[in-house]
């Protein structure tokens, strides 16, 4: 994937409020800001459809972005991102800088891979969930997760704790205790199987 993709070209925005912002969209500009780490937050406007083109791939969200501002390459991670609710259009974003040595969380996506191997034993896959909120240092940030799903069985469930962080990774709600080990995958029986092993249980 070209490092284009997670390089932005923006401008310092000095205009505010909601008139300002709907002018800078009528001339396909997208308002966002830059905050967090050492420095004041800063107002800046993007190009849409570079934007939008950029964040139409996954790792544009788990990824270090570099912001041109000026003369100023800043590294940064999206936080939030505002749309349309019916247009593919982009209407802001937030942005948090990134700095080394400093921890960030953000959410990465789960890839699953192998998922053919529990269907062909008769496993129907459920996902509990596709990302997952993470903390670590820039250096040690995952494009995504991976849960390979070759020797999981049928009747088996994942939870977090069950995965194996890369390193330099923490999973956040197995920091908050036990009772946040979040389902990740499981692998039901088809439900006429699970009809017929109950029938079977009662008719014994």
């Known amino acids: 994937m070209s490092d284009a993709i997670f390089t932005l070209n923006a401008e310092v925005r000095t205009d505010a409020g909601k008139g300002a912002s709907r002018r800078l969209r009528h001339e396909d500009k997208v308002p966002a800001i830059i905050y967090g780490g050492s420095k004041a937050p800063v107002s800046i406007t993007l190009e849409h459809s570079k934007l939008l083109k950029a964040q139409s791939f996954e790792a544009f969200y788990s990824h270090i972005l570099t912001i041109k501002v000026g003369k100023e390459d800043v590294k ?22 990134v700095e080394a040595g400093h ?21 129907v896959v459920v996902h509990g969930a596709n990302e997952i909120e993470i903390s670590c240092l820039p250096k040690d940030l995952p494009e995504f997760i991976e ?20 390193k330099g990774v923490t999973f956040v709600q197995l920091t908050k205790g036990a009772g946040h080990d979040l389902a990740v995958v499981s692998v039901n029986k088809p439900a006429g199987k699970a009809a017929d092993a109950e029938e079977t249980e009662t008719a014994e």
């Open 76 to 97: 940064a991670i999206v936080k939030a991102m505002q749309r349309h609710p019916f247009k593919p259009k982009i209407m802001h974003v937030d942005f948090q800088r």
């Open 103 to 123: 921890e960030l969380h953000t959410i990465v996506p789960i890839h699953f891979l192998n998922e053919d191997a529990p269907v062909k034993k008769g496993g």
């Open 147 to 166: 849960v390979d799903m070759s020797d999981v069985e049928v009747g088996t469930t994942l939870h977090l704790s069950d995965l194996k962080a890369p």
